[in-house]
């Protein structure tokens, strides 16, 4: 596989592990990941939600640069209509100041949190309408001053910070191409459009000052082990919790359990299922086969990973299984 491989951290809460501990521990895969020759790691914005610590999306990744030297950090994404794109513009532009030539800046619509914390947020439901001008907002902030701009974001303006569009649907593919900007698709919860959107991104893609053709990044859940059985036990941490989404009861990340069976019902499965499609779960063989079919199958110029693994140990060395399945190491 000879594409470049990244990491998308989900800064997981646990029932062994508290906030800090999961930013520490974020940060140590970020310094292994880097290693072992991954290309990125990014960190998603969520709000309200027990089992996750990175709502300040951009603190998270100011702690995890800081324990890395070469490995691009960025956001996986940050969740545009809740925020002035001033106020990102200025956040972006300080990590880049401080971490020059290695941020990424993904950009969602989605309000990553449910409609009660939206308006804690000091949003509105109806912010996401305005996505596309937003993005276009952003990136003026990111370029040079021009003669005459009376409002700089400072120290933002002129780092050009590349931007990314995330999406699961027809939408971010069209908007990505518009714009002429990479496009991440969010298979890893919601492969259903994968193939079609991969398919209009690269059909309607027009060249831009960031990007002169397309660039596709899909996002796969992988799970490695020694063995098949390790692996698909590790995995069952990742099945309860999107179980726990469909019961309305999301909580601290638990340990992995014999036998998934006995937890879900017959239509949580069925659900789960459809959400977890994309995910390749085994040992260094079987997840070396099942990236190559994937890449093979959707033409992706980058994998970044998903590794919901209770264990910090056994998540490191998830991750160190699968760099050498894509032979990165």
């Known amino acids: 596989m000879n594409i470049p491989l990244s990491i998308l951290e989900l800064v997981s809460i646990t029932e062994q592990t ?7 521990n974020a940060r140590d895969l970020a310094a292994h990941a880097e290693r072992w020759g991954y290309n990125r790691i990014w960190v998603a914005e969520h709000h309200n939600m027990p089992g996750i610590a990175s709502a300040a999306t951009s603190v998270v990744l100011a702690h995890i640069a800081a324990g890395t030297n070469t490995i691009r950090i960025g956001a996986g994404g940050i969740m545009l209509p809740n925020h002035a794109p001033y106020v990102i513009a200025e956040q972006f532009g300080t990590l880049e100041r401080l971490f020059p030539g290695r941020v990424d800046l993904g950009l969602g619509r989605a309000p990553g949190t449910d409609g009660v914390t939206l308006r804690a947020l000091r949003r509105t439901p ?3 309408e305005q996505f ?5 907002e952003l990136q003026s902030w990111l370029a040079p001053v021009a003669p005459g701009q009376r409002i700089v974001a400072v120290p933002a303006a002129g780092t050009e910070i590349p931007l990314w569009i995330l999406g699961s649907s027809h939408f971010g593919a069209m908007l990505a191409a518009e714009f002429g900007l990479p496009y991440a698709f969010a298979s890893h919860f919601a492969p259903a459009d994968l193939l079609p959107a991969l398919g209009l991104y690269r059909d309607r893609f ?3 000052h960031q990007l002169d053709r397309p660039y596709a990044m899909v996002g796969v859940n992988v799970i490695a082990a020694d063995t098949d ?3 698909h036990r590790l995995a069952t941490t990742q099945q309860m919790a999107f179980t726990n989404i469909f019961r309305g009861a999301r909580g601290l990340g638990q340990p992995p359990i014999d036998d998934i069976e006995t937890y879900w019902t017959p239509i949580e499965k069925a659900q789960a299922g459809r959400m977890l499609a994309r995910s390749i779960v085994g040992s260094r063989d079987t997840v070396r086969a099942g990236l190559e079919a994937l890449v093979e199958e959707t033409g992706a110029d980058e994998l970044i990973v998903v590794s ?4 910090h140990a056994a998540r490191l060395h998830s991750v160190k299984l699968t760099a050498e399945a894509a032979g990165l190491l």
């Open 132 to 136: 596309p001008q937003d993005v276009m």
């Open 229 to 231: 059985a390790e692996a």
């Open 206 to 208: 027009k060249p831009s």
């Open 126 to 128: 109806d912010a996401a």
């Open 308 to 311: 919901m693994i209770y264990d």
């Open 18 to 24: 508290d906030a800090r501990g999961a930013l520490d």
